[in-house]
């Protein structure tokens, strides 16, 4: 069963950078997946910001945070890491760590949320002066 463990939100400046990293403390091989952050503001819908396949290395980046964002994994395959750059008040939002089995990544390399199998509690990033 996979568990999906975020860390690393807090309050940052303007500006700012932080670092987020998402873990399975349950790691169960899955020869196909991919993985990512969604976030979701006060008010708004839940929305994709990063995703990267495990087959190939394919990622997605929304719009809004292209040039800003990068997404990592570890060799072991156990933790990606979101670093986040230049952060501005409108990147405040609950962070979530999700995982889409399979190969294909269809949900999560198009930033949808819906096609996410599992998902993990969610972190809280506030950027603000």
């Known amino acids: 069963q996979v568990q999906l463990v975020e860390s690393g939100g807090g309050l940052v400046t303007p500006g700012g950078s932080l670092r987020l990293s998402c873990t399975d403390s349950?790691?169960?091989?899955?020869?196909?997946?991919?993985i990512g952050w969604f976030r979701q503001a006060p008010g708004k819908e839940r929305e994709g910001v990063v995703c990267?396949?495990?087959?190939?290395?394919?990622?997605y980046y929304g719009d809004s945070v292209k040039g800003r964002f990068i997404i990592s994994r570890d060799n072991d395959g156990k933790t990606v890491h979101l670093q986040m750059n230049s952060l501005k008040p409108e990147d405040t939002a609950v962070y979530y760590c999700?995982?889409?089995?399979?190969?294909?990544?269809?949900?999560?390399?198009?930033?949808?949320?819906?096609?996410?199998?599992?998902w993990g509690k969610g972190t809280l990033v506030t950027v603000s002066p």
């Open positions: 349950r790691f169960t091989v899955h020869a196909y997946y991919t």
């Open positions: 990267i396949s495990s087959s190939d290395d394919r990622t």
């Open positions: 999700a995982l889409e089995t399979g190969r294909e990544g269809t949900y999560c390399l198009a930033g949808d949320h819906r096609g996410m199998d599992h």
